[in-house]
């Protein structure tokens, strides 16, 4: 029989990694610390990340060694730590942490349904596993699909083809990575979005991407992920970009699998 998947992104969804308040600190004192004075290293990278994104460039703009190695070229200084060395580091609580801690317990509860589960992330395996590892997430899934697994990274579906079976369903918080991946890939997409308002969380999850409010919170989450790209003034959300539900947390998902496993 045909594996059925539900795939999940990681960061923002699942998890909160140390990068933001942990690794990409001390990369930056690091940074200043070999020139002698304040240099914002973090925007540098971040830029690039962008500019790779852009371009179509998945597995590269993930890559943040390789990125802070030719920044420190650039600059004519040592490349003096290693990220993947930081992120273990920084792997324990409270640096890193579950969203919602039944997730584990949901994540099996999935699986005894007869599911196949994966994490679709554009973190690389490197960067991810010593999280997942900590935050016991690591077992919870049958695979972990990452750009410099797959070749790409979201939204491009290819990403996908790791995954022999059918993709049932994606779970993500980016409407620019995990819900155009997921319509694209005729799958159910699934939009975590926990700060819903209470008049919003009332409604159903399938009903709330065609509610008023929620559309302006969509719309809004559109504008902050085009990030540099101003060109975006659409007033109608693209449909590619709409979610076929928005649950305010995972345990919302349970109710769907029925219906999924015999769709």
């Not at 584990?104 to 999935?110: A, I």
């Not at 699986?111 to 690389?124: I, P, S």
Request: glycine share 6%.
């Amino acid at each position: 029989m045909s594996r059925r998947w539900i795939t999940f992104d990681l960061d923002g969804t699942l998890m909160q990694n140390p990068f933001s308040k942990w690794v990409f600190p001390e990369i930056a004192a690091a940074v200043s610390g070999q020139l002698g004075q304040s240099y914002d290293s973090v925007s540098a990278l971040t830029a690039e990340h962008e500019r790779r994104m852009e371009q179509g460039r998945y597995v590269e703009a993930y890559d943040w060694d390789e990125m802070l190695a030719r920044l420190c070229q650039e600059l004519g200084i040592e490349k003096s730590v290693d990220i993947e060395e930081l992120v273990q580091k920084h792997s324990i609580s409270p640096k890193v942490y579950l969203l919602e801690p039944e997730i584990p317990q949901l994540l099996l509860e999935m699986k005894a349904q007869g599911y196949a589960l994966a994490a679709v992330t554009n973190g690389f395996y490197k960067y991810q596993a010593p999280v997942m590892q900590a935050l016991s997430l690591l077992d919870c899934f049958d695979e972990v699909v990452t750009p410099e697994r797959a070749g790409t990274g979201k939204p491009d579906t290819v990403i996908l083809d790791m995954l022999a079976g059918k993709v049932v369903a994606h779970v993500g918080d980016r409407l620019d990575h995990d819900i155009l991946l997921a319509n694209r890939a005729n799958a159910v997409s699934v939009l975590i979005e926990r700060g819903l308002s209470q008049r919003a969380s009332s409604l159903f999850p399938v009903q709330r991407p065609h509610d008023d409010e929620v559309v302006q919170v969509l719309q809004e989450k559109r504008r902050k992920e085009s990030g540099r790209m101003q060109g975006i003034t659409e007033t109608v959300l693209p449909s590619e970009y709409r979610p076929t539900i928005v649950i305010r947390s995972i345990q919302e998902l349970m109710p769907f699998l029925k219906e999924w496993k015999g769709g």
